[in-house]
C-alpha cells in the first residue's frame, strides 16, 4: 500500500517551535533519486512550496521560511521531517508532505492527507 503519513501538527504559540514528520509506506519509496519535501495550504490562499530535500541531500527552501524552518529526510527509513523554530502566525497553514520517487521530473507524486499548524497566541 502506497502511503505518505504525517504527523507532529497542533497549535503553538508566536516565538514557538514545532516538528513535523512523514513516513512513507510502499517499495516505490525506495526509488532513487527521489525528491522529498513540505508544502502548505492557508486558508483562501494556494498551496506553496515550503522546503524540498533530494536523497543526495539538497536542500531547497522559500524565502519566507529560511534560517527558521529546518528539513531533513532520512532514506534508509523512508521519512522526511520539518522542525520549525521562531513560528509566525503567518505559518498557519495545512502543511501536506510530498514525494516524488524518481526525481523532480517523475511523473510519480504523492502527497500525505495534511496535518494542521496553527500559530495564535
Known amino acids: 500500500q502506497v502511503q505518505l503519513v504525517e504527523s507532529g501538527g497542533g497549535l503553538v504559540q508566536p516565538g514557538g517551535s514545532l516538528t513535523l514528520s512523514c513516513v512513507a509506506s510502499?517499495?516505490?519509496?525506495?526509488?532513487?533519486?527521489?525528491?522529498m519535501g513540505w508544502y502548505r495550504q492557508a486558508p483562501g490562499k494556494q498551496r506553496e512550496l515550503v522546503a524540498t530535500i533530494t536523497s543526495g541531500g539538497t536542500t531547497n527552501y522559500a524565502d519566507s521560511v529560511k534560517g527558521r524552518f529546518t528539513i531533513s529526510g532520512d532514506n534508509a527509513k523512508n521519512t522526511v521531517g520539518l522542525q520549525m523554530n521562531s513560528l509566525r502566525p503567518e505559518d498557519t497553514a495545512v502543511y501536506y508532505c510530498?514525494?516524488?520517487?524518481?526525481?523532480?521530473?517523475?511523473?510519480?507524486?504523492?502527497w500525505g492527507q495534511g496535518t494542521q499548524v496553527t500559530v495564535s497566541s
Open positions: 510502499g517499495s516505490i519509496f525506495r526509488l532513487k533519486p527521489n525528491v
Open positions: 510530498n514525494w516524488r520517487p524518481g526525481g523532480a521530473k517523475s511523473p510519480l507524486d504523492y
